[in-house]
């Protein structure tokens, strides 16, 4: 399928491995020219390169901290007008209600919602002018099913939800399409720090804790980066005009959600 995107240029937050990654790769697969960021320079310049040499179209990488705004002017600087942004960020530490501070919640809060709010607010004056845009925030399936170890999550996550939910709604009418994806458990390393933290707490091993989280998926498996990116890509195409301030679960049927 063509998804009508060939020539257009993306931002991809924190995308040198997992869910980012995954998008950047189905987004240059559709012909879009990425600026790709991560922090650590070495792996995002293997990622760049790997994803040029796969698909042959430009891919910029810039090492940068998404979450402070020196790391954000950096990106944006890089890319210059775009038409297409893919908001991520690291997930912050399971934990249990009493153990955080105000700092970690300030820290959560900076990565899971002021951050992608302020990317919006950098690229949707330009995709306005320009009368075409397209955004997806990876945010998670928390939203919708709160995680209750996930505590710092579940909180800044909601809070850029309610953003979404507004300015998705005031940005539709002039050609500006911004969805959140809510991925459940997929095979990245993200998911591999979880059945460690998992494998700890029920004195099991990883592969054990890991085997036992994919069983209690209707689909019996993690999801891929894969199955996700190419989501993101069909978020991000000419045909998603009709698609306004979703919330959507890519979860294999975890969450007992019925509509
Ligand atoms: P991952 O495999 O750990 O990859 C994270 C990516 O983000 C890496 O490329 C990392 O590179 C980059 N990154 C992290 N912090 C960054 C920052 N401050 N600035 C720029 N880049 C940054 O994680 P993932 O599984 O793809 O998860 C992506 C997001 O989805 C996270 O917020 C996670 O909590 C959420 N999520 C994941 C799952 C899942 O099952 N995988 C489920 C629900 C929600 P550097 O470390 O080099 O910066």
Redesign the pocket.
């Known amino acids: 399928m063509d998804l009508g995107i060939a020539g257009k240029r993306a931002i991809v937050?924190?995308?040198?491995?997992?869910?980012?990654?995954?998008c950047a790769e189905a987004l240059a697969g559709a012909g879009v020219d990425i600026v790709l960021?991560?922090?650590?320079a070495e792996?995002?310049g293997q990622?760049a390169h790997e994803i040029a040499a796969a698909t042959g179209v430009s891919v910029i990488p810039v090492?940068?901290?998404?979450?402070?705004a020196e790391?954000r002017a950096r990106v944006l600087e890089a890319a210059g007008s775009v038409d297409i942004l893919v908001n991520?960020?690291?997930?912050?530490p399971p934990g249990l209600w009493s153990d955080w501070s105000r700092d970690d919640f300030i820290s959560a809060l900076d990565?899971?919602m002021l951050?992608p709010i302020a990317m919006m607010q950098a690229v949707l004056p330009g995709m306005i002018e320009r009368g075409w845009g397209r955004v997806v925030n990876?945010?998670?399936?928390?939203v919708r099913s709160p995680i209750a170890q996930l505590g710092l999550?579940n909180t800044a996550r909601t809070g850029l939800t309610g953003f979404v939910a507004g300015t998705s709604r005031q940005v539709a009418g002039q050609g500006v399409v911004i969805n959140n994806l809510?991925?459940?458990?997929?095979?990245?390393?993200?998911?591999v720090?979880?059945d460690t933290a998992a494998a700890k707490a029920q004195g099991i091993t990883v592969e054990a804790a890991a085997a036992r989280r994919a069983a209690s998926i209707p689909v019996g498996r993690?999801?891929t980066?894969e199955e996700f990116g190419a989501t993101c890509a069909f978020l991000c195409s000419r045909y998603a005009g009709f698609i306004v301030g979703q919330n959507i679960m890519l979860d294999g049927g975890a969450a007992n959600i019925s509509i």
């Open positions: 937050c924190a995308g040198s491995r997992g869910l980012g990654r995954g960021n991560a922090r650590g792996a995002l990622t090492a940068a901290d998404i979450t402070t790391g991520n960020a690291g997930g912050p990565a899971n951050a990876i945010t998670s399936a928390a999550s809510l991925p459940g458990l997929h095979a990245t390393d993200r998911a720090s979880l993690y999801g980066t």
